[in-house]
């Protein structure tokens, strides 16, 4: 039998796969996130004034979507930018007034923007794409509109660490604050595992109509009682109204994201704030400097 020799390449661990250099970032529109958003955990809806960025790869007189990100208006209340910005934080000290409350609304949405959704087509992943398709289209996005930060909060983010990579800061994750009376909630009512949707969901079809109907009621009124969305903004008067016309379906996937849900607050800070970035780059610029230093715009060409 043969001795099996290992050598270690010198510079292998920083090879890079040659599609790289035929992909570019770009600015998309409401027919990419179409194209991409079965393959998103969160695909069956967007935040209010989403705007988009792409990602494509072209070749050859090819050209094929692979990413799409979805850019939205801040929420109201978040309280990891709470911790970031205290300056931002509602009713310190009960001072509030609506002139304040105002006031503080046209900062943030002056200011930041949030990373409602990125998704890249599964044929694309592990290439090193996301954290420098990321990077680069907040970049163009933010000097585009300028803002000067990205907010995120992400459940996916406590397990795939490309936000990092791209330059994002986190604050430390904390657990649901409705985790224990979720749980309770659903052990009261449903034989099913509270995490199984799809079997609480058919517990709920099989009830007798008067019971399912109770159970429905109960599902609104805690997810009304545990949701800060639909106490703020435009839907901050208008109680259970909304909540009693929403999907029962919609009402379930919102009560597990806020018992289960324990998401991360990501920050990103755009060192090109004030500058003017083309409108489409190649994808390796992100490699021509720091995740945090200005763009090298000089000698870059597509």
């Not at 409350?101 to 900062?107: H, I, Q, Y």
């Amino acid at each position: 039998m043969n001795d099996i020799v290992i050598k270690r390449i010198e510079g292998a661990g920083k090879h890079k796969l040659s599609l790289l250099e035929h992909v570019y970032v770009e600015r998309g529109d409401k027919s990419d996130w179409d194209a991409l958003s079965e393959l998103h955990y969160k695909g069956h809806s967007l935040a209010a004034g989403p705007r988009f960025m792409r990602c494509v790869y072209e070749h050859a007189g090819e050209r094929e979507l692979i990413g799409i990100m979805v850019f939205s208006n801040p929420m109201p209340l978040n309280k990891g930018r709470n911790e970031v910005f205290p300056h931002l934080r509602p009713n310190v000290g009960g001072r509030d007034s609506t002139m304040i409350n105002k006031r503080r609304m046209e900062v943030i949405n002056r200011s930041i923007s949030w990373n409602n959704r990125t998704v890249l087509d599964t044929m694309y992943r592990s290439a090193g794409i996301a954290y420098r398709f990321k990077n680069l289209a907040y970049r163009m996005y933010c000097c585009k509109y300028k803002f000067r930060f990205v907010e995120s909060s992400s459940s996916m983010g406590r397990f795939n660490p490309f936000s990092v990579k791209a330059g994002m800061k986190f604050i430390k994750p904390k657990p649901a604050n409705a985790l224990e009376m979720g749980v309770d909630f659903f052990k009261t009512h449903f034989k099913s595992h509270p995490c199984d949707q799809v079997a609480i969901m058919q517990e709920l079809r099989d009830m007798p109509e008067s019971s399912r109907l109770v159970i429905e009621r109960k599902l609104r009124e805690f997810y009304y009682r545990h949701s800060a969305m639909e106490k703020s903004g435009d839907k901050m008067d208008l109680g259970m109204t909304r909540v009693n016309q929403l999907d029962i379906g919609y009402v379930l996937r919102q009560i597990a994201q806020i018992v289960f849900g324990a998401t991360i607050y990501w920050i990103w800070e755009n060192p090109d704030h004030g500058r003017t970035l083309p409108d489409r780059l190649p994808l390796l610029a992100f490699d021509r400097q720091a995740v945090d230093e200005p763009l090298i715009l000089e000698g870059l060409s597509e």
